[in-house]
């Protein structure tokens, strides 16, 4: 490789997309059920978060990203098993009280993929066998 293909390989291109991340959309095969559970997880009301067109759901969330519920009727929503679940944490819930998370998550009955790891996070599934992480902030 010669110096200018090095140069071009490293350079920074100007982008019209912003280095920010609006929502994160979580597949779930019953809105109003996951609504309900995600509102109890996080401490919200369900007023609060209104079911558009059917199969969305916005969750109100104190900043950064936003969360969305979506049964994903273009995305796979329409099989019989639904949309395909995240196998892994794809985001992560924050929390100051660990492991009371943890023993309110249990409460819930949420299934546990983990316990606390490295007294930082561990990893719950949500209804829809989504997995979650909780993390110490």
């Known amino acids: ?13 100007p982008s019209p997309i912003k280095n920010k991340v609006g929502n994160i959309f979580i597949p779930v095969r019953d809105v109003e059920k ?8 996080l401490g919200l009301n369900e007023s609060d978060a ?18 969305v519920l979506d ?3 273009m995305w796979g ?9 995240f196998e892994t944490p794809a985001f992560m819930l924050m929390t100051d009280d660990l492991e009371g998370s943890l023993r309110y ?6 299934e546990l993929v983990t316990e ?3 007294d930082h996070w561990f990893v719950a ?6 997995m979650l992480m909780i993390c110490r902030e």
């Open 1 to 13: 490789m010669n110096e200018k293909e090095r140069f071009q390989e490293n350079a920074v291109y």
């Open 34 to 41: 996951s609504r309900s559970w995600y509102c109890r997880v």
């Open 50 to 67: 209104p079911i558009h067109h059917g199969h969305l759901c916005p969750l109100p969330t104190a900043g950064g990203a936003g969360l």
């Open 71 to 73: 049964t994903m009727p």
């Open 77 to 85: 929503g329409d099989a019989p098993d639904g949309p395909p679940r």
């Open 105 to 110: 998550m249990k409460q819930l009955g949420a």
């Open 116 to 118: 606390i790891e490295h």
């Open 125 to 130: 599934k949500d209804p829809d066998g989504n």
